[in-house]
């Protein structure tokens, strides 16, 4: 999988290259360009298709490509084209080039409604993978594609699920009868317009008390482990900043002791 998003980030660079060498050669009409302006032969506008045609030339060229789902490729000139188009409809800035470790995610946008099998999920052209179930697919969903991401403390899986059971969403037109207004504060999370107030949750605030006990020293009863606190508060600070979502014990090995405990935070 590091060796498909490698060569995916590759792949968006390029088809951004052509949309932005086109965009450079073709932004101004004609009779209004200056005269120290190269004029160069016109091309047609790269786009979605265009650039998916494109894809069975650099299978050609370049064969390390065909081992990546061809849905996957198509995928990745979707975003292209979604970043490109938001961009000259001023949604948004100026696309970047993705450096190295920069394209995180690639997308199945298809998936077999079978494709989780007890502790493993069959991803298309890379096969079993182990998987940790988060929660269990509701009754009359099915799954409609797999999104692949590389973070800092492993990979993840989001699936998006769809169902013929769920109504379609009409909004009505606003009036004042049928909305809301709200806004965001320092002292409450939010106030509406009705004058209900919602509290800060303050979830960091409620752990720093669990926190400051566990950056003390770590001694443990069970195993003999003992940590002096700046150690300790090292590691805690480490799974802190990969946003590990729980605080557990995990085996760690150090000089004298072999497969000991050590601490996760979560912020």
Same mark, same amino acid.
């Given at each position: 999988m +590091? &060796?498909?998003?490698?060569?995916l980030?590759?792949?968006?660079?390029?088809?951004l290259?052509?949309?932005?060498n *086109? *965009?450079?050669?073709?932004r101004c009409?004609?009779?209004?360009c200056?005269l120290? %302006?190269?004029?160069? +032969?016109?091309?047609?506008q790269?786009d979605f298709y @265009?650039?998916k045609?494109d894809?069975?030339?650099?299978?050609a060229?370049f064969? +390390? #490509?065909?081992?990546?789902?061809?849905?996957?490729?198509?995928n %990745?000139?979707?975003?292209v084209?979604k970043a490109?188009?938001?961009?000259l409809s001023?949604?948004?800035?100026?696309p970047r080039?993705?450096?190295v %470790?920069r394209y995180? $995610?690639f997308?199945?946008?298809q998936?077999k409604?079978? %494709?989780?099998r007890g502790k493993?999920?069959?991803?298309?052209?890379?096969? =079993?993978v182990?998987?940790?179930? &988060?929660r269990?697919?509701?009754d009359?969903?099915g799954i409609?594609t =797999?999104?692949?991401?590389r973070?800092?403390?492993?990979? #993840?899986? $989001?699936l998006s699920?769809? $169902? =013929?059971s769920?109504?379609?969403? /009409?909004?009505?037109l606003p009036t004042?009868e049928? /909305?809301?207004g709200?806004d965001?504060?320092?002292?409450s999370f939010? !106030?509406? $317009? @009705?004058?209900e107030s !919602?509290p800060v949750?303050?979830?960091?605030?409620k752990?720093?008390k669990?926190?400051?006990?566990?950056?003390?020293w770590?001694s443990?009863?069970h195993?003999g482990?003992?940590l002096?606190?700046d150690w300790?508060s090292a590691?805690?600070?480490?799974y802190r900043?990969v946003?590990h979502? !729980?605080l557990?014990a995990?085996?760690m090995?150090?000089t004298g002791v072999?497969?000991k405990?050590?601490? #996760?935070?979560?912020a």
């Open positions: +590091e &060796h498909w998003l490698e060569l980030r590759k792949q968006y660079n390029y088809r290259a052509e949309r932005f *086109w *965009w450079q050669q073709n009409d004609i009779n209004a200056p120290i %302006c190269h004029l160069p +032969e016109l091309k047609d790269p @265009t650039q045609r894809l069975v030339h650099t299978k060229r064969p +390390e #490509y065909k081992a990546i789902h061809s849905q996957v490729l198509q %990745c000139i979707e975003r084209q490109f188009d938001r961009w001023k949604k948004s800035g100026r080039f993705k450096g %470790c995180r $995610s997308t199945f946008p998936m409604q079978d %494709c989780i493993f999920i069959h991803l298309p052209k890379i096969g =079993a182990k998987l940790i179930q &988060h269990p697919l509701p009359g969903f409609k =797999a999104t692949i991401t973070k800092a403390d492993g990979w #993840y899986v $989001s699920l769809q $169902s =013929a769920v109504p379609k969403f /009409t909004p009505d004042l049928n /909305t809301i709200i965001m504060g320092l002292d939010l !106030v509406t $317009s @009705t004058g !919602v949750p303050q979830y960091y605030r752990a720093q669990r926190l400051r006990r566990l950056q003390r770590h443990c009863p195993c482990l003992e002096p606190r300790n590691i805690l600070v480490k900043a946003g979502p !729980v557990k995990q085996a090995s150090f072999t497969e405990p050590a601490l #996760y935070a979560s």
